[in-house]
């Protein structure tokens, strides 16, 4: 059985039974505490139910503990076939790829733009500033607080050569 919905009409008071979604409900009884208007909330009975056209899983209302839902109340059995179940672990399965792969790029992007960032143990190269010709490259050997902001000691050329004082947001990452 899938959802079976009774109809009670306003008017004479008869009752009407009916039953949709067949072979398609894949959770019959949800409970969901929803916000019914500004400042009520009311207890909202949902049942899962695959939809073939959209290919997507959607939840819909059987029920209401709401005084004035005025709309067909349902009785939901999960009744699920089994090329329902595929497509549905299917759609799950696309999902946790592409959330996946999203994470992974998200990674690599963070990756990327740390080993951008110059710092104390790489090897940096002047790119902005007045005080040294910029394209110079050298080793950061020193990371540090100066008066007006970080500052970097680059050790420039060989293990004998100058070493410069310079601020950090001036020098780029060299990449290896």
Known sequence: MSIRW????????????????EGLVLDGFITRVDRVMSDIYADQ???????????????????SSFELFCGP????????TP????????????????????????????AEAEAKKPGKGRWVRVARGRKYPKGLEGFCFWVGNGRWGQ????????EE????????????????
């Not at 009774?6 to 979604?21: I, Q």
């Not at 290919?55 to 209302?61: E, F, I, M, P, T």
């Not at 109340?73 to 699920?80: Q, R």
Request: hydrophobic fraction near 35%; charged fraction near 35%; proline fraction near 2%.
């Open 73 to 80: 109340y349902g009785d939901a059995e999960a009744d699920a």
């Open 83 to 110: 090329e329902t179940l595929a497509a549905f672990k299917a759609l799950k399965e696309a999902r946790e790829k592409a959330a996946r792969e999203a994470r992974e790029e998200r990674e690599r992007k963070a």
């Open 45 to 63: 009975y949902y049942a899962r139910v695959w939809d073939p056209e959209a290919g997507q899983v959607r939840d819909l209302l059987i029920g």
């Open 161 to 176: 050569g100058e070493v410069i004082w310079i601020a950090l947001s001036n020098l780029e990452a060299v990449p290896a």
């Open 6 to 21: 009774t109809k009670k009409d306003r008017k004479t008071g008869e009752e009407t039974t009916y039953t949709t979604h």
């Open 151 to 158: 500052r970097a000691g680059v050790q420039v050329g060989d």
